[in-house]
């Protein structure tokens, strides 16, 4: 298993990466949410997150809940739990609803005008299981499959996604990250969100780590480079992130506020609890404050 699971991971993720750029349209952004506060107010990286498949080996059993206010009148709610299996093995499960609130209705007038005769809602759900092992004390690799379904009005649709992911641990202070996520078949002619990416961590002291992470959305042509750093004192936590668009937004474009592309968290951990805040800056969407509840049994 070990033999052929690690190579298919390594081919996977450098094919995602240097055969980047395709362009193309696509949907459920809803796949590129952050399920918690804390990979929130991390900038989103995929090798720090609570439910990156391959950590899933590392967590104890656990249950987790999200709900997020302020951004656009809109409802933005998760669930989430981790379920070990073995001591080198562990199941994922994570739930994701996110309502756009009612819009209005319009139709043309005919004369070039439009009116508008009652409103619509639409919102995403998304289902997700995962699972992680551990092979070794150096490294772990996982798998999860996602089922997610948009409703507009009377419309719908609805999809599969895979990701995989594995995790190099290079001592006690370091790991180094890398997988694909959201790969699958298109979706009524529209591409998924997929990423590839790589990325390291790095620990200074046991309260203290600074991370950066490349990814590569292929299916739109887009790339970043994420930045987190987190520090603390006793169950208090700092936690700060940066996005850096590296194509598809000028960093110099004076209609872009580089303040949207900071994320700030702060957390209290504790043994069996941990609480959980993310602010992120959405211009004239407003502000995202995302609230985290994480029970660990």
Do not use: C
Not at 97 to 118: A, I, K, L, Q, V
């Amino acid at each position: 298993m070990k033999k052929i699971f690690l190579p298919l991971v390594a081919i996977l993720v450098f094919t995602s990466l240097v055969f980047a750029g395709g362009a193309g349209t696509t949907v459920f952004q809803v796949l590129n949410m952050p399920l918690s506060a804390y990979d929130a107010s991390l900038a989103n990286i995929s090798i720090l997150k609570h439910q990156n498949p391959s950590s899933i080996p590392y967590n104890p059993y656990s249950f987790g809940f999200t709900q997020v206010f302020n951004i656009a009148q809109t409802k933005y709610s998760a669930a989430y739990a981790d379920i070990p299996l073995t001591e080198n093995s562990g199941l994922g499960f994570s739930f994701l609803y996110f309502d756009y609130g009612n819009m209005p209705r319009t139709y043309s007038d005919g004369s070039g005008g439009y009116t508008e005769n009652g409103t619509f809602g639409a919102n995403d759900k998304l289902i997700s299981l995962a699972y992680g092992l551990n092979f070794n004390n150096k490294i772990s690799a996982g798998v999860a499959l996602k089922y997610v379904k948009q409703e507009i009005d009377d419309v719908s649709y609805s999809g599969f996604s895979g990701s995989v992911s594995t995790l190099f641990f290079t001592g006690k202070n370091t790991v180094i990250g890398a997988g694909i996520n959201d790969v699958g078949p298109k979706i009524k002619e529209y591409n998924l969100p997929s990423d590839g990416y790589i990325g390291i961590s790095h620990s200074v002291s046991a309260k203290t780590s600074f991370s950066a992470q490349f990814d590569a959305y292929y299916n739109d042509d887009a790339y970043d480079i994420k930045l987190a750093a987190e520090t603390g004192v006793e169950f208090l936590m700092l936690r700060f992130g940066y996005d850096l668009p590296l194509k598809k937004q000028s960093f110099f474009d004076t209609n872009t506020n580089s303040l949207n592309n900071f994320t700030f968290g702060i957390g209290f951990d504790f043994k069996a609890l941990s609480v959980d805040y993310a602010w992120l800056p959405k211009g004239d969407l407003g502000s995202m404050h995302m609230f985290s509840l994480l029970i660990r049994i």
